[in-house]
């Protein structure tokens, strides 16, 4: 492999994070673990909306291409208990792994 575009994603709104981890996060940093081994390689990841927080907006409300990882504590919660923000917060953890 020459590249590595990663756009594979589990979605569910209503499962709990510990059901969309291994699918979401665990694949990613598999993947970059991929990308770093023997000749590395350019990983690209296609992320999602429902990880935009309202600290990563700019004064003109746009949320521009270096826009650090926001505070995931500042999205609204879906769902309830154990079913809040399984998706978001999986893709959220995914996207850290990605900054590193």
């Not at 690209?44 to 926001?70: C, F, K, W, Y």
Request: net charge negative; with cysteine; glycine share 6%.
């Amino acid at each position: 492999a020459t590249h590595v575009l990663q756009a594979a994603a589990k979605v569910n709104l209503t499962e709990p994070f510990d059901l969309m981890r291994q699918d979401n996060v665990d694949a990613t940093a598999h993947l970059l673990e991929f990308c770093c081994t023997v000749a590395p390689k350019p990983f690209h990841h296609v992320s999602t909306q429902g990880i935009l927080t309202p600290d990563m907006l700019n004064r003109h409300g746009v949320v521009p291409e270096s826009a650090r990882l926001g505070d995931i504590r500042s999205l609204p919660l879906y769902g309830t208990g154990d079913q809040a923000n399984g998706y978001a917060y999986s893709k959220w953890l995914a996207e850290a792994y990605v900054f590193e």
